[in-house]
Nanobody, 117 residues
Framework: QVQLVESGGGLVQAGGSLRLSCAAS????????MGWYRQAPGTQRELVAT???????KYTDSVKGRFTISRDNAKNTVYLQMNSLKPEDTALYYC???????????WGEGTLVTVSS
């Protein structure tokens, strides 16, 4: 019923930047917590960043100072700005949303980020 569609992935050189987008099929004000996860080949999915109530930002240590999560309520979209990319950032990046009232979680299909050395 709720669809999250990621975009913006691609191939970049180390030190480059990408901005990922997650477009929701419903008003994202319905979701109190939204975030980005990633999964590299042979690894488990890990949390990258979250934004709670539009103002509380959290990041995993490996991306602090390089990545920024934000949301645009008017566009029902969450973004992940990724700067100073490293080869170890290479992964499939997934968008996640948690419903404000019911606590239900939704996932996108992922967008691939590849960082070359």
């Amino acid at each position: 019923q709720v669809q999250l569609v990621e975009s913006g992935g691609g191939l970049v050189q180390a030190g480059g930047s990408l901005r990922l987008s997650c477009a929701a099929s419903r008003n994202i004000l319905n979701f109190n917590v939204m975030g980005w996860y990633r999964q590299a080949p042979g690894t488990q999915r890990e949390l990258v960043a979250t934004i709670t109530d539009g103002v509380i930002l959290k990041y995993t240590d490996s991306v602090k100072g390089r990545f920024t999560i934000s949301r645009d309520n008017a566009k029902n979209t969450v973004y992940l700005q990724m700067n100073s990319l490293k080869p170890e950032d290479t992964a499939l990046y997934y968008c996640n949303a948690r419903h404000r009232i019911w606590g239900s979680e939704y996932w996108g299909e992922g967008t691939l980020v590849t960082v070359s050395s």
